[in-house]
């Protein structure tokens, strides 16, 4: 079993919808939980990160962590077409080797106008 | 521009060749890795270098081998032994030095095909 489990997808919505993309761990340990955005034949860039349980809201992107479930979300409001691409969850645990995350196989988005 | 610069975008190998791919950063970062991206799959960790001069295997080395002489680079050499190379490569950068919160930061790709 994968210590990362992404919903695979893909997912298809028309613009202007709330997509929800979600992640699931199975090492208590991690502590830091990150959010990339990959367009497609791109390198992926960060798009937040969160520290621990809680929610984090940056425009119209929120990352959510419960920890005590061991499951994130990344929610995206009024999706616009901009926001077709795949999306990367990862995490880490605190102070271990320094940046080495563990990554979900991503889910595909595709926003239709 | 700060940032991580990754070449070549596209190369072509031949069964039985070696080659290297680029890796630069002028973040001034002291974490580098390198990341393996097949269709449909998430990243998986090749190798990857918290200083100079030293480096790990990640959860495939096999077939590849790294250098690490300066702060800057990161070369990777995908050797004849690696079986199915074709894949995208990714290198990223980190500040290190067991920060809290070591995000990373990825350079553009190199799309290798074994011809």
């Known amino acids: 079993q994968k210590e990362v489990e992404q919903d695979p997808g893909p997912l298809s919505v028309p613009e202007g919808a709330i997509v929800s993309l979600n992640c699931t761990y199975s090492?208590?340990?991690?502590?830091?939980f990150m959010w990339y955005r990959q367009y497609s034949r791109k390198g992926p860039e960060l798009l937040m990160y969160?520290?621990?349980?809680g929610n984090k809201e940056d425009g119209r992107f929120t990352a959510q962590v419960d920890k005590s479930s061991k499951y994130i979300s990344l929610f995206i409001r009024d999706s616009q077409p901009s926001d077709s691409a795949t999306y990367l969850c990862?995490?880490?645990?605190?102070?271990?080797?320094?940046?080495?995350?563990?990554f979900g196989d991503g889910t595909t988005l595709t926003v239709k106008p | 521009d700060g940032g991580i610069t990754q070449s070549p975008k596209y190369l072509f190998r031949k069964e039985g060749q070696n080659v290297t791919l680029s890796c630069e950063q002028n973040?001034?970062?002291?974490?580098m890795y390198w990341y393996r991206q097949d269709p449909g799959q998430g990243l998986r960790l090749i190798y990857y270098?918290?200083?100079?001069?030293?480096?790990q295997k990640g959860d495939i080395a096999e077939g590849y081998s790294v250098s690490r002489e300066k702060k800057e680079s990161f070369p990777l050499t995908v050797t004849s032994a690696q079986k199915n190379p074709t894949a995208f490569y990714l290198c990223?950068?980190?500040?290190?030095?067991?920060?809290?919160?070591?995000?990373?930061?990825f350079g553009p790709g190199t799309r290798l095909t074994v011809l």
């Open positions: 969160t520290y621990s349980s």
């Open positions: 270098s918290q200083i100079v001069n030293d480096f």
């Open positions: 990223a950068s980190s500040i290190g030095r067991r920060t809290s919160t070591d995000t990373q930061y």
């Open positions: 090492n208590s340990a991690f502590q830091y």
């Open positions: 973040l001034n970062h002291d974490a």
């Open positions: 990862a995490m880490s645990a605190y102070n271990t080797n320094a940046g080495k995350s563990t």
